[in-house]
């Protein structure tokens, strides 16, 4: 299984990206998709997730200007970030719990992250 990560880039303060991030390989089920960011100098921290069954959670900070979303037939997660701050800029790493196949176990697997700078 992997994740591949797209859509970062440079933006200015009160501008908009999504990122997208597709799961590829032997997949049977994915239930928790998740969008995560570590700051130069920071720890990684969860910025949003969603399930196949529950109403997407957000960190407070975004709350109101991120969204997330899925396409469960791409195996896909999206995420809309609009009104960025400087304060959002991070490398963006997306994961998902997959199971591989019919009855095996969920496993965490993570994308390969892609930069967010805001910056004027």
């Known amino acids: 299984v992997q994740l591949r990560a797209s859509g970062g880039g440079s933006v200015q303060p009160g501008g908009s990206l999504r990122l997208s991030c597709t799961a590829s390989?032997?997949?049977?089920?994915?239930?928790?998709m998740g969008w995560y960011r570590q700051a130069p100098g920071k720890q990684r921290e969860l910025v949003a997730r969603?399930?196949?069954?529950?109403?997407?959670t957000y960190v407070d900070p975004v709350k109101g200007r991120f969204t997330i979303f899925r396409d469960n037939a791409k195996n896909t997660v999206y995420l809309q970030m609009n009104d960025l701050k400087p304060e959002d800029t991070a490398v963006y790493y997306c994961?998902?719990?997959?199971?591989?196949?019919?009855?095996?176990?969920?496993?965490?697997?993570w994308g390969q992250g892609t930069l967010v700078t805001v910056s004027s």
């Open positions: 390989g032997s997949i049977s089920r994915i239930e928790d």
């Open positions: 994961n998902a719990a997959v199971a591989p196949f019919w009855l095996s176990p969920y496993s965490i697997y």
């Open positions: 969603i399930s196949s069954s529950t109403s997407p």
